[in-house]
């Protein structure tokens, strides 16, 4: 790993509680694409779009669903019904990957749009086996970065644990121009075929997170709340403030104590940490 005096370290950190965004899916809890990593486990946590009202009091809400086999979700036939319910709400859209017709009628509603970006064919492969290519993440990327905000998110660890395509998906997003950056952390989830995989190692995860704060020294990098529990996120979340990551979403007490330790300058937020 670099050297941590070599860091561009800000001297301040956000604390992200996202208690005021509701997670609401467009599909409930179905899922065609099922892939590896989750299998559709994470949807049950969702609010189904159907028993929602515009009426809740939250502040904001993420929206996503489950995909088509192609890997997108089928947003646009909910449209009408989201801008019906938006009611003031910033809305953070989680949607795959989309065509143009798509991404103009997203861009009608959506204050950003959270895209899972993917720097390696074989992972695309094992994980979600639709055919896509890495090719589609960078097409795609670039045709909604002209129509709405973006903010990508790479998942560390996505081919079952392993680092492959991470360092690529930066490089390209580099290439590509990016205004903030978010990672997660692979999660052995349990009903997936991923259940006996381990989370990725840590000194190869905190080593990426140095590697893109040196890569990307002036925009904001987020630790988003995707990532493994126990004594595997206590200590990501301490080399993150200690990496100088700008964002933590739901951080343990040991990385709040040692921001505080470090008179790092301290803020707070109750929405997700893209809004």
């Known amino acids: 790993m670099e ?3 070599r860091l561009p370290i800000p001297d301040a950190i956000h604390f ?23 299998g559709g486990h994470y949807l049950k946590h969702m609010k189904p779009l159907a028993e929602v009202s515009g009426t809740d009091g939250s502040a904001s809400w993420l929206v996503s669903g489950g995909c088509r086999p192609d890997g997108g979700v089928p947003l646009t036939e909910s449209i009408d019904r989201l801008a019906e319910l938006k009611q003031g709400r910033r809305f953070n859209m989680h949607v795959g990957l989309v065509d143009e017709k798509e991404i103009n009628s997203l861009a009608t509603i959506a204050d950003c749009v959270s895209f899972d970006f993917v720097g390696d064919n074989q992972t695309i492969k ?11 993440y960078v097409d795609c ?7 709405v905000r973006v903010m990508p998110h790479i998942c560390i660890g996505l081919a079952g644990g392993e680092l492959r395509g991470e360092y690529k998906a930066m490089e390209l997003l ?23 995989r381990k989370p990725p190692c840590l000194a190869e995860v905190a080593k990426l997170l140095s590697d893109a704060r040196l890569k990307f020294p002036s925009i904001p990098l987020h630790l988003g709340c995707m990532r493994p529990g126990g004594r595997y996120r206590e200590e990501i979340d301490n080399w993150a403030v200690r990496i ?32």
């Open 174 to 196: 580099g290439e590509l121009g990016v205004e903030a950056l978010t990672f997660i952390i692979f999660i052995p989830t349990r009903g997936t075929r991923f259940a006996d």
């Open 244 to 275: 100088g990551i700008n964002t933590i979403v739901n951080p343990t007490p040991s990385a709040v104590r040692l921001a505080e330790k470090l008179g790092l300058a301290i803020t707070r937020g109750e929405e997700c940490c893209v809004l």
């Open 141 to 147: 990327y670039a045709a909604l970065s002209r129509k």
């Open 3 to 5: 050297s941590l005096s």
């Open 16 to 38: 992200a509680y996202p208690l005021k965004t509701k997670p609401v899916s467009v599909t409930g809890t179905k899922c065609e694409l099922n892939c590896a990593h989750c």
């Open 126 to 136: 094992e994980v979600f086996g639709n055919g896509r290519t890495v090719q589609d």
